[in-house]
């Protein structure tokens, strides 16, 4: 994978990028962005598959499974925040984890919304597009 060539100072293209290593999981996300209105940059099965893609694609969203193999979701979190090219970007971290440490694990990592699965792609479509519309990060 290629990676990006953009200036320094260069902000969130549009889009998302969506990591999750379950492919039905992966396609309701998908059209839970396409339904917000988001293009989909890339959709990947692996943690570190989607650090490539995000750093190749610096989108403005990335909705990443917590449980993944060859990276987790929170180390590609942790990743992404130690980057300050990607400083502006959202993350969406998603998991079947509901217990009070899993959520703040999430949140540790600076993630800015930790959604629980199962979801319904129409709840899930409002959340990308409030994470979408909100801006750059602070």
Same mark, same amino acid.
């Given at each position: 994978?290629?990676?990006?060539?953009?200036?320094?100072?260069?902000?969130?293209?549009?889009?998302?990028?969506?990591? /999750?290593?379950?492919?039905?999981?992966?396609?309701?996300?998908?059209?839970?962005?396409?339904?917000?209105?988001?293009?989909?940059?890339? !959709?990947?099965?692996?943690?570190?598959?989607?650090?490539?893609?995000?750093?190749? @694609?610096?989108?403005?969203?990335?909705?990443?499974?917590?449980?993944?193999?060859?990276?987790?979701?929170?180390?590609?979190?942790?990743?992404?925040?130690? /980057? @300050?090219?990607?400083?502006?970007?959202?993350?969406?971290?998603?998991?079947?984890?509901? @217990?009070?440490?899993?959520?703040?694990?999430? $949140? /540790?990592?600076?993630?800015?919304? $930790?959604? =629980?699965?199962?979801?319904?792609?129409?709840?899930? !479509?409002?959340?990308?597009?409030?994470?979408? =519309?909100?801006?750059?990060?602070?």
């Amino acid at each position: 994978m290629s990676t990006a060539t953009a200036d320094e100072g260069t902000t969130a293209g549009p889009g998302v990028v969506i990591a /999750d290593d379950d492919t039905d999981i992966r396609r309701l996300i998908e059209l839970a962005a396409r339904r917000a209105g988001v293009d989909v940059l890339a !959709a990947v099965d692996n943690g570190a598959s989607a650090l490539d893609a995000i750093r190749e @694609h610096r989108p403005a969203l990335a909705v990443l499974d917590v449980a993944m193999p060859r990276l987790t979701g929170l180390q590609v979190c942790a990743a992404v925040r130690a /980057d @300050h090219r990607l400083e502006h970007m959202r993350i969406m971290l998603l998991s079947a984890a509901v @217990h009070a440490e899993a959520v703040a694990a999430g $949140y /540790d990592a600076q993630a800015d919304l $930790y959604a =629980t699965k199962p979801f319904s792609p129409r709840s899930l !479509a409002a959340q990308i597009t409030a994470l979408t =519309t909100m801006g750059a990060r602070p």
